[in-house]
Nanobody, 126 residues
Framework: QVQLVESGGGLVQAGGSLRLSCAAS????????MGWFRQAPGKEREFVAG????????YYADSVKGRFAISRDNGKNSVYLQMSSLKPEDTAVYYC???????????????????WGQGTQVIVSS
């Protein structure tokens, strides 16, 4: 059974930082590119960042470029999202997701991803 478990969310003031983690189990981690998405109340789920299965390439939404950094540790079956200079508009539930590496890894379409975590809430206060 595939499981993606996010952690690290919480309440932070604007300008602060958080580091999200996602631990994967039940799958061969290196067969998957990984991504982070977020969903704010009343909005559609949106792409945040993606990372190639080797960890050598990364891809970001324009709204987070320069503030967020995605990384992965294939030895620990984990992917991370370091978030800095947080803004109130970053408030959302953040999800990690696994994308079979036969799929184009820069896709921003949530429907292309194969597995999802349950999400972790991030609240940025002004």
């Amino acid at each position: 059974q595939v499981q993606l478990v996010e952690s690290g969310g919480g309440l932070v003031q604007a300008g602060g930082s958080l580091r999200l983690s996602c631990a994967a189990s039940g799958l061969t981690f290196t067969r998957f590119h990984m991504g982070w998405f977020r969903q704010a109340p009343g909005k559609e789920r949106e792409f945040v960042a993606g990372i190639y299965w080797t960890g050598t390439s990364r891809y970001y939404a324009d709204s987070v470029k320069g503030r967020f950094a995605i990384s992965r540790d294939n030895g620990k079956n984990s992917v991370y999202l370091q978030m800095s200079s947080l803004k109130p508009e970053d408030t959302a539930v953040y999800y990690c997701a696994a994308l079979d590496r036969t799929t184009g890894w820069t896709t921003k379409n949530p429907g292309d991803y194969d597995y999802w975590g349950q999400g972790t809430q991030v609240i940025v206060s002004s």
